[in-house]
């Protein structure tokens, strides 16, 4: 099975920038130091959108992430930023291996 991409978007309401930032950093701090499977995981300012970031995250495969999507620290995330984001777009990859 090859890697999966994910590739994950979101767009801060100005009054929770900070808030969400901080959840952001935890997040990317949790997975990295708990995820099994989890090849990379990095966090991304958009330069050309105010307040927009994006994950990069490769996975070994679909049930490494699928674990990830269940641990308590992406959960916590998930329901804490409810309200707080103005949009958010998440593409999944497989990685095609040349």
């Given at each position: 099975?090859?890697?999966?991409?994910?590739?994950?978007?979101?767009?801060?309401?100005?009054?929770?920038?900070?808030?969400?930032?901080?959840a952001?950093?935890?997040?990317?701090k949790?997975?990295?130091?708990?995820?099994?499977?989890?090849?990379?995981?990095k966090l991304?300012?958009?330069i050309s959108?105010?307040?927009?970031?994006?994950?990069?995250?490769?996975?070994?495969?679909?049930?490494?992430?699928?674990?990830?999507?269940?641990?308590?620290?992406?959960?916590?995330?998930?329901?804490?930023?409810?309200?707080?984001?103005?949009?958010?777009?998440?593409?999944?990859?497989?990685?095609?291996?040349?």
């Open positions: 099975m090859n890697n999966i991409v994910v590739i994950a978007n979101l767009t801060i309401k100005e009054e929770f920038l900070t808030l969400v930032y901080e952001l950093v935890r997040l990317h949790m997975t990295n130091e708990n995820d099994k499977g989890c090849i990379s995981y991304h300012k958009d959108r105010e307040n927009s970031y994006t994950f990069i995250e490769i996975w070994e495969n679909e049930e490494a992430l699928k674990l990830h999507t269940q641990k308590e620290h992406f959960q916590e995330f998930t329901h804490f930023i409810d309200g707080k984001i103005v949009d958010m777009s998440v593409e999944k990859l497989e990685e095609i291996a040349l």
